[in-house]
């Protein structure tokens, strides 16, 4: 089956610290693989993407390589800002472009 | 480019209720899935729509229906409402149903059965 397993938060990290969120997966097939980020109050928003092994997604200083080895699209910024405080969810596209969630990760960045 | 949109924002029922949930894709997008978010939890898939036919279901009960129309708007219904109904209520539009194609959210639907 289809899953996605986040590493448990919250996480709390002092401005300009680096971030690493881990997120494996299981699946069928070549599934695409994303980040999305849920910032207080509001709906969901795409992060980043990779549709295939190797890929790199990027954006916003953001990153995450899709590793079909270790079966892993881990999420990393180099220095993280108040502003990135949200909840970041892992995610997996299959056949059918049906989405699985991970739990999400709370990330607080205190100043 | 208008974003995905749901109407109401907030919703109180009680239980044993019927309540109805709409949202508005992006146009153009001829896929929409809907999602029931738990407090706490990540998205939970309930259905996807295509071309207005049912392209696959989560492990959700029948009394979870929905609709979609030509206009790219598109409903979802619960019969019966429990207590466990509780929740955020999202809904996703696609360009298409393929397993690259990225989904676009709209802000959601919070129900409270009480």
């Known amino acids: 089956g289809n899953s996605v397993t986040q590493m448990e938060g919250p996480v709390t990290l002092s401005e300009e610290a680096f971030l690493t969120i881990n997120c494996t997966y299981t699946a069928t097939g070549y599934p695409s693989l994303f980040w999305y980020v849920q910032y207080p109050g509001e709906g969901l928003q795409l992060l980043l993407k990779a549709t295939k092994a190797d890929d790199k997604g990027s954006n916003k200083g953001f990153e995450a390589t899709y590793r079909k080895e270790t079966t892993s699209f881990h999420l990393e910024k180099g220095s993280v800002q108040v502003s990135d405080s949200a909840v970041y969810f892992c995610a997996l596209s299959n056949t059918g472009n049906q989405f699985y969630f991970g739990t999400g990760t709370s990330l607080t960045v205190i100043p | 480019e208008t974003g995905v949109t749901q109407s109401p924002t907030h919703l109180i029922k009680t239980r044993g209720q019927q309540v109805t949930l709409r949202c508005s894709s992006q146009?153009?997008?001829?896929?929409v899935s809907w999602y029931q978010q738990a407090l706490g939890q990540g998205p939970q898939f309930i259905f996807q729509y295509y071309r207005e036919e049912e392209n696959g279901r989560g492990n959700f009960p029948p009394r979870f229906s929905g609709l979609q129309f030509p206009n790219y708007s598109s409903e979802l219904n619960v019969n019966a409402l429990e207590l466990d109904d509780s929740a955020l209520y999202l809904c996703a539009s696609s360009l298409d149903r393929g397993v690259t194609d990225t989904q676009y959210f709209g802000p959601g639907t919070r129900l409270t059965v009480l």
């Open positions: 146009s153009g997008h001829n896929t």
